[in-house]
T-cell receptor, first 116, second 110 residues
Framework: SAVISQKPSRDICQRGTSLTIQCQVD?????MFWYRQQPGQSLTLIAT?????????ESGFVIDKFPISRPNLTFSTLTVSNMSPEDSSIYLC?????????????FGSGTQLSVL | ELKVEQNPLFLSMQEGKNYTIYCNYSTTSDRLYWYRQDPGKSLESLFV?????AVKQEGRLMASLDTKARLSTLHITAAVHDLSATYFC??????????FGQGTRLTINP
């Protein structure tokens, strides 16, 4: 399995500011994913981050609002820019199985974001 | 567009009873996941089902996949309180991108 550390675990932010969320994995992985879980809702994929290339965003999500970095095979960041109360959600990173079995996807502990 | 629908969305049951959560999806996929989420926590991987007819069991939980019917089930046997959580199914629509169902909030009462 993969051990995924996310920071911060939670934060309360003011409208108009930005927050960068970090995701650190204990093994090298090719693909990392960022998901959003709005209050009481299911999870929605924001983007896929592969090392060495630009992140690929899903419909409804744009790079200006959610810039992503992937500097190496064990680390990624997601920034939530110019925040509004509608951005209040849990943000989770996810990685493929480091063993390359393509059988499991693992999730980080999540970042609970509240925007005032 | 791939859609994933779970039912029921809310389930309250008594300890010792059996029940099934259903997960229907709209387009072909050969990989389906079940996750558990406790309040305020992240997702715990329960099962990954990779082929038609796949069945996996862990303790009181058993998951199955029928790719022809585009249906997966999560069966709970002799429920215990510790199984209270929200259960999500998720379908891989390519390159390990997941589309999640709405989740089933399961409450097991003594």
């Amino acid at each position: 399995s993969a051990v995924i550390s996310q920071k911060p675990s939670r934060d309360i932010c003011q409208r108009g500011t930005s927050l960068t969320i970090q995701c650190q994995v204990d093994s090298q992985v090719t693909m990392m994913f960022w998901y959003r879980q709005q209050p009481g809702q299911s999870l929605t994929l924001i983007a896929t981050a592969n090392q060495g290339s630009e992140a690929t965003y899903e419909s409804g999500f744009v790079i200006d609002k959610f810039p992503i970095s992937r500097p190496n095979l064990t680390f990624s960041t997601l920034t939530v820019s110019n925040m509004s109360p509608e951005d209040s959600s849990i943000y989770l990173c996810s990685v493929e199985d480091p063993k390359g079995t393509n059988e499991k996807l693992f999730f980080g502990s999540g970042t609970q974001l509240s925007v005032l | 567009e791939l859609k994933v629908e779970q039912n029921p969305l809310f389930l309250s049951m008594q300890e010792g009873k059996n029940y099934t959560i259903y997960c229907n999806y709209s387009t072909t996929s050969d990989r389906l996941y079940w996750y558990r989420q406790d309040p305020g926590k992240s997702l715990e991987s329960l099962f990954v089902l990779l082929s038609n007819g796949a069945v996996k069991q862990e303790g009181r939980l058993m998951a199955s996949l029928d790719t022809k019917a585009r249906l997966s089930t999560l069966h709970i046997t002799a429920a215990v309180h510790d199984l209270s959580a929200t259960y999500f199914c998720a379908v891989d629509w390519g390159a390990q991108k997941l589309v999640f169902g709405q989740g089933t909030r399961l409450t097991i009462n003594p």
